[in-house]
Nanobody, 121 residues
Framework: QVQLVESGGGLVQAGGSLRLSCATS????????LAWYRQAPGKQRNLVAS???????SYTDSVKNRFTISRDNDKKTVYLQMDSLKPEDTGVYYC???????????????WGQGTQVTVSS
């Protein structure tokens, strides 16, 4: 069974920082592509940052130079360091892993349950 468990969310003032973590189990982590998504109240879920198995990173324009995605293959965990937070960064942050549970298994997307981030002005 694949599990993704996010943590690290909370309430922070504008300009502050948070570090989100997503601990995974049940997938072959070092060959998985990973990403963080954000869903603001009343809006659709959007991609914030991604990191490939080859360590290639990508960010949506609104978080460039403020957020950093990273991964620790030994700990099977993906992180999102969020600095200079703004009220518009508020939302539920979800971790997604695209990978396989075992060699020769079909590739699939797996999601965590989300962690709330609230940035006050």
């Amino acid at each position: 069974q694949v599990q993704l468990v996010e943590s690290g969310g909370g309430l922070v003032q504008a300009g502050g920082s948070l570090r989100l973590s997503c601990a995974t189990s049940g997938i072959i982590f070092n060959i998985a592509d990973l990403a963080w998504y954000r869903q603001a109240p009343g809006k659709q879920r959007n991609l914030v940052a991604s990191i490939s198995k080859a360590l290639t990173t990508s960010y949506t324009d609104s978080v460039k130079n403020r957020f950093t995605i990273s991964r620790d293959n030994d700990k099977k965990t993906v992180y999102l360091q969020m600095d200079s937070l703004k009220p518009e960064d508020t939302g539920v942050y979800y971790c997604r892993a695209t990978g396989v549970r075992a060699l020769y298994a079909p590739i699939a997307d797996y999601w965590g349950q989300g962690t709330q981030v609230t940035v006050s002005s």
